[in-house]
């Protein structure tokens, strides 16, 4: 029988709901030997998943939503880091 290992997603949305659109993601993977490379954000042209709803029904479980975001009156288009930030985490089986 083999061990369990975490696997991370992070994905960002276009808005806070968890049907919402992929915008930017990553994924850290412990299922793979130090040897073999992460993948690394934005080196892909699709997302993993449709929207965080679609990883969920592939076994992701979220185990980090984002606050929603406050924005002061005359900043609302102020650019920033990306606020619909979901965490999600599954484990796997490996060998050995």
Do not use: C
Request: proline letters at 5%.
């Amino acid at each position: 029988m083999g061990r369990l290992r975490q696997q991370i997603l992070i994905l960002h949305l276009s808005h806070s709901d968890l049907d919402a659109s992929v915008v930017a993601w990553a994924l850290y993977d412990g299922a793979k030997s130090a040897d073999e490379l992460q993948m690394q954000s934005g080196d892909q042209q699709e997302p993993p998943y449709r929207s965080a709803l679609d990883a969920m029904r592939d076994g992701w479980f979220v185990i980090q939503i984002p606050t929603l975001p406050y924005f002061v009156r005359g900043q609302e288009h102020e650019v920033g880091h990306l606020p619909y930030e979901y965490v999600l985490e599954r484990r796997v089986e490996v060998d050995g």
